[in-house]
């Protein structure tokens, strides 16, 4: 069985192959293609001629998080010692607006709810949860 080749160009970046490429295929690479050691993971960006691993930002991790259900999200604040009553509270202490009436809004009628989306932020804010506390939140309530 042969073995997958990586390849990077400076205009194309890096991209590799299942199996070693015959003559007239790398003949069809673009001029400043060079043979490089295979992505060792997601994480590394190929610089300077070497595999650096570059770690995920907090919001690339937080883009990454699975979906909660409204369910899993409210069972989640419960967990961390915020009733659905002290978030219907803090959003309807927000100031009358465009915000205050999207953020009511989705907190009574989404079914889902992503890790960025802007209520997220809103209502951890309104209750006193810092970014990190609504990770670690996240976390335990995708388990539910």
């Known amino acids: 069985m042969d073995e997958g080749k990586g390849f990077y160009n400076p205009v194309d970046g890096y991209w590799q192959t ?35 691993h570059v770690p995920p930002t907090a919001e690339e991790l937080r883009a990454k998080m699975p979906r ?18 002290e978030v219907t509270q803090a959003l309807r ?3 009358a607006g465009q915000q205050k009436e999207t953020a009511e809004i989705e907190w009574e009628y989404a079914t889902t709810f992503s890790r960025t989306d802007p209520l997220i932020a809103i209502v951890g804010t309104a209750i006193g949860l810092g970014d990190a506390q609504i990770d670690v939140m996240w976390a335990g309530a995708a388990q539910i």
Not at 37 to 52: F, M, N, Q, R, T
Request: proline share 7%; hydrophobic share 40%.
């Open 18 to 52: 299942n199996t070693k490429p015959t003559d007239d295929i790398l003949a069809s690479y673009r001029e400043g293609t060079i043979e490089v050691a295979l992505k060792p993971s997601a994480d590394h960006h190929y610089i300077l001629g070497e595999w650096v």
């Open 68 to 85: 909660l259900t409204a369910r899993q999200f409210r069972l989640g604040l419960l967990a961390a010692g915020h009733t659905p009553a």
């Open 93 to 95: 202490a927000m100031p």
